[in-house]
């Protein structure tokens, strides 16, 4: 999923790994 088409639970996903998770 690309984050320009994140839905609001990517968003979230993303919060939760935080900018050092990436692995989009």
Same mark, same amino acid.
């Given at each position: 999923v690309n984050v320009r088409?994140?839905?609001d @639970? @990517?968003?979230a996903h993303r919060h939760i790994h935080g900018e050092g998770g990436h692995h989009h």
């Open positions: 088409d994140a839905s @639970e @990517e968003i």
